[in-house]
């Protein structure tokens, strides 16, 4: 257990419409990270921070930003919810060893976009 | 452009028998290769490995990479039924991974 809870854990919203997810961590992890999941795609990086008020793009990043305004927080927001963004979304922090990064995961949030 | 495939998508075998589950990749800036495993729920982390041919071990699982041919194995000896998953790879590089799609395990009884 990485500390790691995600919010909400289940979502149903309607296309258009705007859309917030939360990480909280509390191991005080620089590197907090947000995936998202589909069947046949794996798992795909969307954005991802360093730090307080650092955060850099992933490989499916349009139609999501994020904002991190606390070590402990790592807000996810899609801007004008679409049914393409039906998903799971993991989020994940980075606890750093001597030599890289071992990534542990959040239990996951399921939205649907009606 | 980052990638990491994994071979074979799915596979079926019997309580007790031995598996091997394939990954390659190709990152820039590479550090290290990740093992993950995935029920109904999020990934849990099982072996990060960043030498090559150094053997990783985990009760009945093991997993080691070849650094010069750009992959890595995973075995899992003497299947459960609880071995049945989802198993991903994952391949770091300037602090992000890059996953593969999955290898799906189905232990029958």
């Known amino acids: 257990d990485a500390g790691i809870t995600q919010s909400p854990r289940h979502k149903v919203t309607e296309t258009g419409t705007p859309v917030t997810l939360r990480c909280h961590q509390t191991?005080?992890?620089?590197?907090m990270y947000w995936y998202r999941q589909d069947p046949g795609h794996g798992l795909r990086l969307i954005h991802y921070?360093?730090?307080?008020?650092?955060?850099d793009k992933g490989e499916v990043s349009d139609g999501y930003s994020v904002s991190r305004s606390k070590t402990e927080d790592f807000l996810l927001t899609l801007e004008s919810a679409t049914s393409s963004q039906t998903s799971v979304y993991f989020c994940a922090i980075a606890r750093q060893g001597i030599s890289s990064y071992e990534q542990y995961f959040g239990p996951g949030t399921r939205l649907t976009v009606t | 452009e980052d990638k990491v495939v994994q071979s074979p998508l799915s596979l079926v075998v019997h309580e007790g028998d031995t598996v091997t589950l394939n990954c390659s990749y190709e990152v820039t800036n590479f550090r290290s290769l990740l093992w993950y495993k995935q029920e109904k729920k999020a990934p849990t982390f099982l072996f990060m490995l960043t030498s090559s041919g150094i053997e990783k071990k985990s009760g009945r699982l093991s997993s080691i990479l070849d650094k010069k041919e750009l992959f890595s194995i995973l075995n899992i000896t003497a299947t459960q039924t609880g071995d049945s998953a989802i198993y991903l790879c994952?391949?770091?590089?300037?602090?992000?991974?890059?996953f593969g799609t999955g290898t799906r395990l189905t232990i029958i009884p």
């Open positions: 921070s360093y730090g307080v008020k650092d955060t």
């Open positions: 191991e005080n992890h620089r590197y």
């Open positions: 994952a391949a770091e590089g300037n602090e992000k991974l890059t």
